[in-house]
C-alpha cells in the first residue's frame, strides 16, 4: 500500500482542527494543545516513514518449497529468516540429541556408525538381532556380538 502523503497530511490537519475545537471546549491552554499536536504530528511522521519504508513479504504467496517467489525482499533474506536446526527429529539418530546425560549422548556420537545404526535399530524401531541381522546380510552370531560390545561400553555409564 503506497503513502499518498498530500491527502494523509490533509486528513491529519483536517482531525487535529476538529481536535483543537474539542480541546478549547474542554479548557485546555494553547501550549497544552500544541504540544499534544506536536505528539500527533511525530506519530504521525512515524506512521509515514513506516509506510514509505516497509515492504511487505507475503509469506502467504510465497512458494517456500521452490523459493521462488517475486517479493525481491524475501529473495533476499529468505535464507537469514529461516531456521535451519542441526538435526532433524525424523533423522534416524536423532533420538541421541534427546538424551539428558551430556557425557553418555557426547560418548554415543563417537561410537562407530555401525554400532548406532544397531542401537536404533534395536532401541527406536525395535527391531530383533535376527531382523538386524537379515536386513544387514549377516549372521545373527555377529550382531550379538555387536551388541556385546555395545553393552560393555554402556555398562561405564
Not at 23 to 35: N, R, S
Not at 52 to 58: N, R, S
Request: neutral net charge; proline residues 1%; glycine residues 4%.
Amino acid at each position: 500500500m503506497k503513502w499518498n502523503n498530500g491527502k494523509e497530511r490533509a486528513r491529519f490537519e483536517k482531525e487535529q482542527e476538529k481536535l483543537k475545537k474539542e480541546y478549547l471546549a474542554a479548557g485546555m491552554t494553547e501550549e497544552q494543545i500544541k504540544k499534544l499536536y506536536e505528539y500527533d504530528l511525530s506519530e504521525f511522521n512515524s506512521e509515514r516513514r513506516e509506510k514509505e519504508h516497509t515492504q511487505k513479504l507475503d509469506f502467504d504467496d510465497a512458494e517456500f518449497n521452490d523459493k521462488e517467489t517475486d517479493n525481491p525482499l524475501l529473495k533476499k533474506f529468505l535464507e537469514v529468516i529461516s531456521i535451519t536446526p542441526e538435526y532433524s527429529d525424523s533423522s534416524r539418530h536423532g533420538w541421541i540429541e534427546d538424551i539428558e546425560n551430556e557425557k553418555l549422548s557426547k560418548a554415543l556420537k563417537n561410537l562407530s556408525k555401525d554400532y548406532i545404526d544397531i542401537l536404533t535399530d534395536i532401541c527406536v524401531n525395535g527391531f530383533s538381532q535376527t531382523e538386524i541381522a537379515q536386513k544387514r546380510g549377516v549372521s545373527r552370531k555377529a550382531i550379538n556380538n555387536k551388541i556385546s560390545r555395545i553393552k560393555k561400553f554402556l555398562n561405564n555409564f
